[in-house]
């Protein structure tokens, strides 16, 4: 179910992958970050990237979001290529990036965060606060989130409302890939599980989503797919019926060799 | 969402903590006022009242520019100095060197901004906090200004040029109604506009405001030019008030106009802030000022006790914020305490 051949897939619509990684490589130094990592995302699905500490997830994430840049390896988008060099450009080509520390603005209400740098206008250069209350508003509803008002600040928020605002605004930037790093690292028990509802709606709504977790449950209760990272190169992907957690584990610790 | 009881109480959603701390500059303003006139029978006359309000103009219009960069988490130190800057430039310009009036004003003007302009492009060059390069940019200026008029005032302005700062249009003096109006201008840029949205992202996260595209470096540039610019335009009408210009005019008012600003309830770590609260902060500030002298008291007091309300006011703000313990002064000022609070 792989494919690892050099050339992107042609298919444009359909059931191809639209997003495609080639051959990614980045190195600091004499560390090799990452060699050689290819895998494809699928519209509307869930994929889990795992790993042990420094087998690479946070800098593979990082150059899909344009925070790094890859030394070799391309992405392609629908079959074309892009060019990925600020977290700017990953928005534009519908990359959003829901980071783990939130990056919300606390002194700003629930609707400003949301549209950050998004901003309905009117003659350009005035904010139409009264278009960005009502999509707020439509945003949160899509994700069934429950939010006292659009207009409380953020910083007013517990910790699931903060990462709800921070999801939301990824999907009012209209990306279809969701990069999460570790969504659930900050939360309690109930918060996380709200977070999990949130990525099914997000699935649900034909996004894509690739997930950085430590944490085995939750990937089984939420992933399709599974990707497996170790000393920086792929070393498994797996369907999420076709593998088990003895298997993952094996192969996140090196017990089990990979593909 | 399972939400908890403190969570629940800060759903109130309307009158925020902002509004609250706006009424009480208010109130605290009004009951000034009612004290006074029971205590001075001048105080409440047209003329008093009109110098009030004369005296708050040019202290808004530059308690405006702090209060935007305040906003966006920077802080400028050279704006009371640029006054004297821009005067000097125009007294220097047209009474010395004979360029018309119209074009000696809007020359001072843009040198001001420029100045700004400097300050901001030094500041992300050399990626620098906006306290070191207006600090020294306030040198630069007060020294220019001295330089230029040899500190002495420069007499002689055309009568033209003092229309702004001595005729009015009914009992509205222009040097009323032109800070006014710009004033007015100043507060829907901040409250309507992108670039006061940007402003207020910015000053709250700058990493987040720069992840979705908007940039610090152009924030914090434009806030410095329009402060800048402020700046030159009330130096302008201090001179042709005064019908002079002069190393020194303007340049004492960097105190009270601070004190305003921190009164008005802005923010020193940015994301907070109104031009509204501002407004009621100088008020209170030019009111006390000239309280102590209708209550002849010495003019060192009014140093002394602005700096006082100055320190009063920054601990309501840290207390506010929840970087002080005291559930009095928090009761006080009408918070709940957050989810964050507690969870902190």
Do not use: C
């Not at chain 1, 990592?37 to 699905?45: A, I, K, N, T």
């Not at chain 1, 959003?96 to 009117?122: E, F, K, S, W």
């Amino acid at each position: 179910m792989t494919d690892d051949s050099a050339t992107p897939s042609t298919r444009v619509n359909g059931s191809g992958p639209f997003f495609e990684v080639r051959n990614v490589s980045k190195a600091f130094g004499h560390v090799q970050a990452l060699q050689n990592v290819s895998f494809d995302l699928y519209s509307g699905e869930v994929v889990a990237l795992l790993g042990d500490n420094g087998a690479g997830k946070s800098t593979l994430v990082k150059i899909l979001s344009g925070v790094y840049s890859a030394d070799e390896g391309e992405v392609f988008i629908d079959g074309q290529p892009v060019a990925i060099k600020t977290p700017m450009d990953a928005l534009r080509q519908g990359i959003g990036t829901v980071y783990q520390d939130l990056a919300v603005v606390d002194t700003l209400d629930v609707a400003r965060n949301i549209y950050l740098g998004r901003t309905p206008t009117r003659f350009r250069f005035l904010v139409d606060y009264q278009r960005m209350y009502v999509d707020a508003r439509k945003v949160l509803t899509l994700l069934r989130v429950n939010m006292p008002s659009v207009r409380t600040k953020v910083g007013d928020l517990s910790g699931g409302q903060r990462q709800a605002v921070a999801i939301a605004r990824t999907l009012a930037h209209e990306a279809r890939i969701f990069l999460m790093d570790e969504p659930t690292a900050a939360l309690g028990v109930a918060q996380s599980a709200k977070v999990n509802e949130l990525m099914a709606e997000l699935k649900n709504n034909g996004r894509t989503l690739l997930v950085i977790t430590h944490n085995l449950e939750h990937v089984f209760a939420i992933a399709d797919r599974l990707i497996v990272l170790r000393h920086g190169r792929r070393v498994a992907v797996r369907k999420h019926a076709e593998t088990n957690r003895e298997e993952i584990v094996g192969l996140i610790t090196g017990a089990i060799r990979g593909d | 969402m399972v939400q908890s009881l403190a969570q629940r109480a800060t759903a109130i959603p309307r009158l925020a903590r902002w509004d609250l701390q706006v009424l009480g500059i208010y109130t605290a303003l009004v009951v000034m006022w009612i004290a006074l006139t029971i205590m001075s029978p001048y105080f409440f006359t047209g003329e008093n009242v009109r110098s009030l309000l004369i005296a708050a103009s040019t202290l808004s219009l530059i308690g405006a520019g702090l209060t935007i960069v305040l906003i966006a988490g920077e802080i400028d130190l050279s704006f009371a100095a640029l006054q004297a800057f821009a005067g000097s430039i125009s007294a220097l310009l047209i009474i010395k060197s004979g360029v018309p009036w119209p074009l000696g004003m809007v020359i001072a003007v843009v040198a001001a901004a420029l100045a700004g302009f400097t300050s901001g492009i030094i500041t992300i060059v050399g990626r620098l906090p906006t306290f070191i390069t207006t600090l020294a940019m306030l040198g630069i200026v007060q020294g220019t200004a001295f330089l230029l008029t040899n500190g002495q005032p420069v007499t002689g302005f055309p009568d033209a040029y003092q229309f702004i700062g001595n005729q009015r249009i009914g009992p509205v003096p222009y040097s009323i109604l032109v800070p006014g109006v710009i004033y007015v201008l100043l507060h829907l840029m901040l409250t309507r506009s992108t670039f006061g949205l940007q402003i207020f992202a910015v000053g709250g996260n700058k990493i987040a405001a720069t992840r979705v595209g908007l940039s610090w470096k152009k924030t914090v540039v434009g806030v410095l030019v329009l402060s800048a610019f402020l700046s030159g335009i009330s130096g302008i009408i201090i001179t042709s008030r005064l019908g002079a210009g002069s190393g020194t005019y303007g340049a004492d008012d960097l105190l009270p106009a601070v004190a305003g600003v921190i009164i008005g309830g802005t923010s020193l770590t940015g994301g907070k802030g109104s031009l509204i609260g501002t407004f009621g902060g100088i008020m209170i500030v030019v009111t006390i000022s000239d309280g102590l002298v209708l209550l002849n008291v010495s003019q060192f007091w009014q140093q002394v006790l602005v700096g006082v309300i100055i320190m009063g006011a920054v601990l309501i703000d840290q207390t506010a914020r929840g970087y002080l313990d005291a559930p009095w002064l928090m009761a006080l000022l009408g918070r709940r305490r957050t989810a964050q609070d507690l969870e902190g």
